[in-house]
């Protein structure tokens, strides 16, 4: 019933920024915790952050220091903000709940690190 909708990816130089939006609609999407998940080409789809209705956050450590997660619940909003990426961030990125995915994956958004 959940339908899940990432955007904001792209093509960014080593250093650059940008900044994910999910959008959930179709169900209780917004009363669960949250996550961002990806899948680099050859790779098993890990959680890179979480967020819980009250606000805690929790990041994978190749990602702490510069990742940060955020929600708007009444919008049924959920984001992440990259910074200082890398090549190695260079995924198809994906949002659900946390810490155990329980809906329906989107088609992701594709971001890509690179000079």
């Known amino acids: 019933q959940v339908q899940l909708v990432e955007s904001g990816g792209g093509l960014v130089q080593p250093g650059g920024s940008l900044r994910l939006s999910c959008a959930g609609s179709g169900g209780i999407f917004s009363v669960n915790a949250r996550g961002w998940y990806r899948q680099a080409p050859g790779a098993e789809r890990e959680l890179v952050a979480g967020?819980?209705?009250?606000?805690?956050?929790n990041y994978a450590d190749s990602v702490k220091g510069r990742f940060t997660i955020s929600r708007d619940n009444a919008r049924n909003m959920v984001y992440l903000q990259m910074n200082s990426l890398k090549p190695e961030d260079t995924a198809v990125y994906y949002c659900?709940?946390?810490?155990?995915?329980?809906?329906?994956w989107g088609q992701g958004t594709q971001v890509t690190v690179s000079s």
């Open positions: 967020i819980t209705r009250g606000g805690r956050t």
């Open positions: 659900n709940t946390f810490p155990h995915a329980i809906f329906p």
